[in-house]
Structures are given as structure tokens and as C-alpha cells.
T-cell receptor, first 117, second 112 residues
């Protein structure tokens, strides 16, 4: 099956620094990738939709200048948390969409746990 | 508005007993429907999915789900629960190529 990787799997950073999270589709090309955020004991909330070669579409309430998304190729999307603060600590999960014969399925990465001190 | 409702926040089932997790949805058309499982600190694992066709869907780990259009439901079932099934379960939906909309999740505890 299709595999999506995320790197790093966990990161601890100081408040005010920036952190980049990579999401890669390893064995397929993904024109669309999605970034979700999950707080402890909560569900996944969509942050943004990332399309290769174009600007990401952010959900209402998500600061696009704080959460920079780049989808430079069909296999890589990156999320950069700029000037991170403790309230940005969360579990970030990406997914990549693969379409076959008109059926689209999303494949999830293993997630990145961000802790901001 | 498009939404997924999982009415049960927490369910406890005895090991070996049957399980049913409820999922109701609100959507303008027939969506694609999914069930995922998540263990603490881990990513999501797809249990099963419904795109079209047979309304009874078989998944991994002995799970199945039934799509009922008239009830806007997609309940997850397992005939005999194992202790290793204790986890968080999410129902989700989307349309072709769009982001998934998740329910709030149901925590499953398994008692011995």
C-alpha cells in the first residue's frame, strides 16, 4: 500500500524558534496533501490543504503566516511552525491523497509530536 | 453542514464480548466513509472504508461496518473484542480528493 512518512517524529524546541516538518509520499505522487493538528484527547482538525505548485488553502482560524506550508514537489510537503510558542505544542499529522480510477484515498503519515518549551 | 457524530465518548467492553461503535453523518450526497484506529501517541491506522457497492464492509483485525443510507450511519462492529483493541476510534468522511472530516472519536476500553 501507499506509504507516507513524516520527519521528524518528535521535536522539542525553545519558544520563539521555527520548526520544519516534512511529509513525503514514498511510493506515489500526491497532488494534494493535507495537514491536520491533534490536541491531546481530541480529534484531528484540518489546518490546511496543500496542492503541488500552488499556495496552500488554510482553514478558518489557522494563521497562514505562522504555519507556512510548501508543496514543492509531488512527493513532498513541508509545514514550518514559525516563532513557535507553547500553545503550538501538538501532534501534527499529514496525509497524501492518491487518485486511482476516479477513487481518491488518503494515506496518513505517522505524525510529528511538537513540544515547545 | 457536513459533519460526523460519534455519540459515545467512551465505551468499555469485556474481552470476548461483541462491540459496536456508532457513527452518524450529515452530508449532501453519499460520502466516502472511513474508520480509523489510533493507539496512544501513534498515528492513524485505517480499519476499513466504504466508497460504493456492498454496504457491509470488511476491514482488518476482524472489524466490519455497515453503511445505512436511510439512517445516515456507518457503525463499526467486531464480534469478539481483544484486549489489544483498546484504543481511540475515529469515524471520518470525505468526497473525492477532499480533506477528511473526523468525528470526535470514541475511546474503547477492554476489561478482563
Amino acid at each position: 500500500g501507499a506509504v507516507v512518512s513524516q520527519h521528524p517524529s518528535w521535536v522539542i524546541c525553545k519558544s520563539g524558534t521555527s520548526v520544519k516538518i516534512e511529509c513525503r509520499s514514498l511510493d506515489f505522487q500526491a497532488t494534494t496533501m493535507f495537514w491536520y493538528r491533534q490536541f491531546p484527547k481530541q480529534s484531528l482538525m484540518l489546518m490546511a490543504t496543500s496542492n503541488e505548485g500552488s499556495k496552500a488553502t488554510y482553514e478558518q482560524g489557522v494563521e497562514k503566516d505562522k504555519f507556512l506550508i510548501n508543496h514543492a514537489s509531488l512527493t513532498l510537503s513541508t509545514l514550518t511552525v514559525t516563532s513557535a510558542h507553547p500553545e503550538d505544542s501538538s501532534f501534527y499529522i499529514c496525509s497524501a491523497s492518491q487518485g486511482l480510477a476516479g477513487v481518491y484515498e488518503q494515506f496518513f503519515g505517522p505524525g510529528t509530536r511538537l513540544t515547545v518549551l | 453542514a457536513q459533519s460526523v457524530t460519534q455519540p459515545d465518548i467512551h465505551i468499555t467492553v469485556s474481552e470476548g464480548a461483541s462491540l459496536e461503535l456508532r457513527c452518524n453523518y450529515s452530508y449532501g450526497a453519499t460520502p466516502y466513509l472511513f474508520w480509523y484506529v489510533q493507539s496512544p501517541g501513534q498515528g492513524l491506522q485505517l480499519l476499513l472504508k466504504y466508497f460504493s457497492g456492498d454496504t457491509l464492509v470488511q476491514g482488518i483485525k476482524g472489524f466490519e461496518a455497515e453503511f445505512k443510507r436511510s439512517q445516515s450511519s456507518f457503525n463499526l462492529r467486531k464480534p469478539s473484542v481483544h484486549w489489544s483493541d483498546a484504543a481511540e476510534y475515529f469515524c471520518a468522511l470525505n468526497q473525492a480528493g477532499t480533506a477528511l472530516i473526523f468525528g470526535k472519536g470514541t475511546t474503547l476500553s477492554v476489561s478482563s
